[in-house]
């Protein structure tokens, strides 16, 4: 079975990049694949609720 | 006069908000600004600096999810201006978005971007502390691996990210992962380094750079560098991002030599992740800072390393085949800079007593605090650790101390020190009209995600530093630990001019920092 | 099994799902549970005191057509009693446009999901410009018409569709998405597909040339419309097949009572979660404006449920017209959807977003964690009785309908 993180190490990094755009901007004058994602924050009230359900069978 | 706006259920990131903060502040006739999402604790910090009145209206309508922006202005002029630059911030945001005819949308979760990426094999999370195990559990459920440089995640999120982790076989470097380089990518904080034979498992950010600079500056390269968060060596979490690694690491052409480099870790945590290193073909360098017996197995290829500099000095020397370098003494040093160590020394007065560290990388502080208690006394250290004093108020020095200015308590709502440096600069103007200081220990972190001139803005006050105290009779002896290569989009070289230029001492390595602080200011 | 895993069968489920338009038969024929006196309404379940008028109103009209009133003063009372009872549509595998109703002398169209081999319902038949019984209309009018469709149209279309086996639905409606359809409140290509086939139907079984005259006159007539209520079997169909798995967070009924509007998820029973309905923001037709409108109303929510309608509008450039946008619009409603769904189904494709299959399998997590909601785009319905629908409009499922049922997982 292929390895992913074997995989990662050798490259090329394809990445998703969510939270601070700024912080991959060198990436990308690199000419690194980098996908930025228009995030926004889920209400406060339903944070916990969220990751009761994400990590439940965990 | 003042000027206020709150834009409804608009997120910007904090680096977005420091950025319009910063260039509303810069503005002529403008006295106090803030820019920040409404949430309480933004609120009250806004209370704090001045920039609410109880009469404020828009207080009771504000909410988390509003962006709020308040400046004291005094001079008529500056309201055009003011104006401009707000309307020219939220305008460049469509602007830059596609023209009309391209109908491209920019993916709004991890899920939807993998579908557009289907390539993507990494998730570089940033959102802030308390939303980024949902992130990162979506990216692994997507059999991405993840780079978390949020900090403030719960130890029990940690745990479950990399439980799930091991499920999916993928890697979590974090939270509070500050550097990685990654097939050649460098992530986060990080410098530009010759690719070569050595990896690097770390659980300190900074510790990974000074690392990855020295085997740089010694001649070697760097294969992988992989930062695992603070907690990974803890009892709870077990090692499981550090096991993990070294599993695919040990069986990675390109790697010959394993660096695994650590402190607070678990002692059985440890030994079990060493065990495992001795099976592995590839040699092991280990430097875990704190543990009270080296950790080796020399039969099996597991060599110690007394610091950062040390393990890269003897990983370089394996990739090369050549002997071992023996351990860095103090006296080495001491032969070494016998007479700048005097010079300095020479210059004091008798009210001059203490040595005072300024950190921006964590490591550096680890680093210190290993050397320090075996020449000071009566040690301070923010964040408080056993067996130092307790700094009462972490905003003031008292006699010997170490400070990391990157720990939450300064981090919080503002921009890490590594990026900004105005917090420590700050700080720096406050402690030079102490005059019992003897010696000041500074890092500088060069490289990606720092800031594009570190050693212009400091070296001014260390200028009006020194010029202060030699005003009193007295003499400031300063000492920076510069880390950063010569292919860094700062300049190496113009950096370290800068800075001894003001006569301070520059180093290129944390221990050696350290220790010399130590010996200067003890002698 | 992991939420994960429920999640992966229940969109495997959808995708292969194969809905085909079967039969038209009586209610009372083919509908479990059903009885002379009992009347299918639109869900989430209410108390005849809290219905909106025009609900009330279906239900008088449903109960006009079983003889069993003439008013509906009468209808409260027998309902009060307890001589009538009333029950919602999706708990017998059916399904109504707008306010429904159905009953067990009524057509319905029976579907078929032939992969699983589950069955849905749905009725009333659109009757174009006529006395629509769906919107609350108890005229004369509305009941003969619905009569009319039982005692002719329907055994007529019957027999035509057994003899051709059937009409594909997942055939047609990637078809029709093709066309421009969007297949809620844009049905004319699908409509036309219909006619084509059914046609063929018509022909082969011997009818009367009067018969036939007649029946092609109606459907003629209702060309825009007529594969709205089939549809709504198809998408039920479908959805009822991924309803039911232990854990799966995929929401597999929306609709509207025009009171409330309630949400319902795979792995969390047959329960609705519900929340206040909504007020539709739209165009209003020349005579009506906001203040005539009925909160949303209708059980066609399951047409978005199943990837249609409000989550499709992209494929739909024509309803920006109706709705007050442009096309860029509607291709931003679409793209926001795909932020909120587990698959995209390559049976209906939209070629605008280069034969993208629909955004499928709504998850309530995706919701919460996004702040967006389904989109719907529907007719707007007047708040009394007797009235065409009024307009056409946008809404958005309320989010407090999947905060509710996350907070039940």
């Given at each position: ?58 | ?39 309480p604790e933004n609120i009250k910090q806004f209370r ?136 050649g990518a460098p992530l986060g904080f990080s410098n ?46 077990g090692g499981k991002t550090f096991s993990r690694a ?278 | ?409």
């Amino acid at each position: 079975m292929e390895d992913k993180i074997l995989k990662l190490f050798e490259g090329p990094l394809s990445i998703v990049n969510i939270g601070v755009d700024e912080l991959l901007d060198h990436l990308s004058e690199l000419n690194g694949e980098v996908l930025n994602v228009d995030w926004k924050p889920p209400s406060d009230d339903n944070l916990e609720i969220l990751k009761k359900v994400l990590t439940a069978n965990i | 006069m003042n000027y206020s706006l709150v834009k409804e259920n608009t997120y910007n990131d904090s680096m977005k908000l420091m950025k319009l903060q910063n260039d509303l502040g810069s503005i002529e006739g403008v006295t106090n600004c803030g820019v920040a999402m409404g949430t309480p604790e933004n609120i009250k910090q806004f209370r704090k600096a001045g920039l609410i009145s109880d009469e404020s209206s828009d207080l009771e309508k504000i909410s988390p999810n509003d962006l709020w922006i308040t400046v004291e202005y005094s001079t008529t002029d500056a309201l055009s201006v003011i104006e401009e630059k707000i309307e020219n911030h939220f305008n460049r945001k469509i602007s830059e978005d596609k023209s009309e005819d391209d109908v491209e949308f920019t993916p709004k979760t991890i899920a939807s971007a993998v579908r557009r990426l289907p390539s993507a094999n990494l998730a570089f999370i940033s959102v802030p502390g308390r939303y980024a195990v949902i992130e990162a559990i979506e990216a692994i459920n997507k059999g991405l691996s993840v780079f978390m440089f949020s900090d403030n995640v719960s130890l029990e999120e940690e745990i479950k990210m990399k439980t799930l982790a091991e499920k999916r076989k993928v890697l979590v470097m974090g939270p509070d992962c500050g550097t990685a380089i990654i097939a050649g990518a460098p992530l986060g904080f990080s410098n530009v380094v010759r690719r070569g034979k050595i990896s690097i498992i770390a659980a300190s950010g900074t510790g990974l750079q000074e690392i990855c600079c020295t085997i740089h500056k010694m001649g070697g390269g760097v294969a992988q560098a992989i930062g695992t968060g603070g907690r990974d060596l803890s009892s709870e979490v077990g090692g499981k991002t550090f096991s993990r690694a070294l599993e695919a690491l040990s069986q990675e052409d390109d790697t010959e030599v394993i660096i695994l480099a650590s402190k607070h870790a678990d002692g059985d945590v440890i030994e079990r992740i060493v065990r495992r290193a001795a099976k592995t073909k590839k040699k092991i360098v280990t430097c875990f800072i704190g543990s009270e017996k080296p950790v080796e197995d020399i039969e099996n290829g597991v060599f110690s390393a007394s610091g950062f500099e040390h393990a890269a000095a003897v990983s370089v020397a394996l990739s090369k085949s050549e002997s071992l370098p023996e351990p860095p003494t103090k006296h080495t040093l001491q032969i070494e800079m016998r007479h700048t160590i005097d010079a300095e020394v020479g210059r004091f007065s008798k009210q001059q007593k203490y040595v005072r560290a300024f950190f921006t990388g964590g490591s550096f502080s680890d680093q210190a605090l290993q050397i320090f208690p075996d020449y000071l006394e009566s040690i301070s250290v923010y964040p408080h650790q056993d067996g130092f004093l307790k700094l009462v108020d972490p905003d003031a020095s008292q006699g010997n101390c170490i400070v990391d200015l990157g720990d939450d308590y300064f981090t919080h709502g503002r921009l890490h020190p590594i990026i900004d440096p105005s917090q420590r600069m700050d700080r720096l103007k406050r402690e030079m009209n102490d005059f019992s200081i003897r010696v000041i220990l500074l890092d500088v972190m060069l490289g990606y995600g720092a800031h594009p001139d570190p050693a212009g803005l400091l070296a001014p006050i260390i200028l009006e530093g020194k010029k202060k105290f030699e005003e009193k009779g007295q003499y400031l002896s300063v000492i920076v630990n510069i880390c950063g290569t010569e292919k860094d989009v700062q300049n190496l070289d113009e950096q370290k001019e800068k800075i001894s230029r003001t006569g301070a001492i520059v180093l290129d390595s944390s221990r050696k920092a350290a220790l010399l602080a130590c010996l200067i200011g003890s002698a | 099994m992991s939420i994960q895993n429920a999640n992966e069968k229940a969109c495997e489920r959808i995708i292969n799902s194969h809905p085909v338009w079967k039969e038209v038969r009586l209610a009372g024929e083919v509908i479990p549970g059903m009885k002379k006196n009992l009347i299918l309404h639109t869900g989430p379940s209410i108390e005849w005191d809290r219905m909106c008028r025009p609900q009330k109103a279906a239900i008088t009209a449903a109960m006009m057509i079983e003889d069993l009133c003439e008013n509906m003063t009468e209808a409260e009372v027998l309902i009060k009693r307890g001589e009538v009872e009333l029950d919602t549509t999706q708990n017998h595998h059916a399904i109504g446009p707008m306010a429904g109703p159905i009953s067990a002398s009524m057509a319905v169209g029976v579907v078929e999901n032939v992969t699983y081999g589950n069955k849905a319902f749905a009725a009333p038949f659109n009757t174009g410009r006529k006395a629509p019984i769906y919107t609350g209309n108890m005229t004369k009018e509305a009941v003969d018409i619905q009569k009319w469709i039982a005692d002719v149209w329907a055994p007529v279309t019957n027999e035509a569709l057994i003899k051709m086996g059937g009409i594909d639905g997942k055939v047609l409606a990637g078809k029709a998405l093709l066309m421009g359809d969007e297949l809620h409140n844009r049905n004319i290509a699908a409509t036309s597909l219909f006619m084509n086939e059914i046609t063929r139907g018509y022909l082969a079984i011997d009818l009367p040339r009067d018969t036939l005259v007649e029946v092609m006159d109606f459907m003629m007539e209702n060309v825009e419309m007529l594969w709205a209520t089939p549809h709504l079997a198809v998408c039920k169909a479908t959805m009822d097949a991924a309803h039911g798995i232990e854990n799966c967070t995929v929401v597999t009924n929306m609709a509207s009572n025009g009171v409330e509007f309630g949400v319902m998820v795979s792995g969390l029973g047959d329960e609705y979660f519900t929340a206040p309905a909504p007020a539709v923001e739209g165009l209003y037709f020349p005579g009506y404006s906001a203040q005539d409108a009925n909160l949303d109303l209708g059980g066609s929510r399951i047409k978005e449920t199943a990837g249609f309608g409000g989550m499709a509008l992209a494929a739909s450039p024509s309803m920006g017209l109706l709705l007050g946008g442009n096309t860029r619009d509607m291709v931003k409603h679409t793209m926001n959807m795909y932020e909120i769904t587990l698959t995209e189904n390559p049976a209906y494709q939209i070629p605008f977003l280069d034969f993208r299959g629909v955004p499928t399998a709504i998850d309530i997590v995706k919701v919460v964690q996004t702040g967006l909601t389904p989109v719907i785009d529907t007719a707007i319905n007047h708040k009394n009785e007797n009235h065409p629908f009024i307009g056409v409009g946008v809404v958005n499922a309320p989010m407090k309908c999947f905060e509710k049922a996350l907070r039940s997982m």
